[in-house]
């Protein structure tokens, strides 16, 4: 049965579902939504999508909006979350538009595939992502 949740903030599309410790995380491309941790409004570069994220103990929610988890990529109007467990580390992926060819530095149309390290806060909430160029290259440090 399809059951209607409640709004998310600045919800456009891409949602990705994961669970961890028994709390659902919904991730998704917004437009805006608000900062983690506050009622203020989130910044996305001028026409470009961010990730939002929302928690909930059961999967059919309700959902608790937690605000935004990245800005938007660089060169890239879109950007869609993924989120994995492999082996004790978390993982975040999104795209941007970095990918370049010899006639253009890239595009909105040309996306990258880019993974970070994610990390989460003793509550539950996920830390902001922080996008790299060097993505997973270097090993995660403890406890952050």
């Known amino acids: 049965e399809i059951q209607k ?6 919800y456009i599309e891409g949602p990705w579902i994961h669970k961890r410790n028994n709390l659902y995380y919904l991730t998704y491309a917004s437009m805006g939504g608000n900062r983690q941790g506050t009622s203020k409004p989130a910044a996305p570069r001028p026409g470009g999508e961010t990730i939002s994220y929302a ?14 988890l990245a800005e938007s990529s660089p060169n890239s109007f879109t950007t869609h979350p993924g989120i994995i467990e492999f082996k004790g ?18 595009g909105s149309f040309r996306r990258s595939v880019c993974i970070e390290y994610l990390y989460y806060n003793p509550d539950g ?4 992502i922080v996008q790299t160029v060097e993505g997973v290259s270097a090993p995660p440090q403890p406890n952050e």
């Open 5 to 10: 949740t409640n709004p998310l903030p600045g």
């Open 125 to 128: 909430t996920m830390k902001s």
């Open 55 to 68: 928690t909930a103990e059961k999967i059919t929610g309700p959902w608790t909006p937690r605000g935004q």
């Open 89 to 106: 580390q978390w993982y975040f992926f999104y795209h941007n538009g970095m990918v370049k060819r010899p006639v253009d530095g890239g």
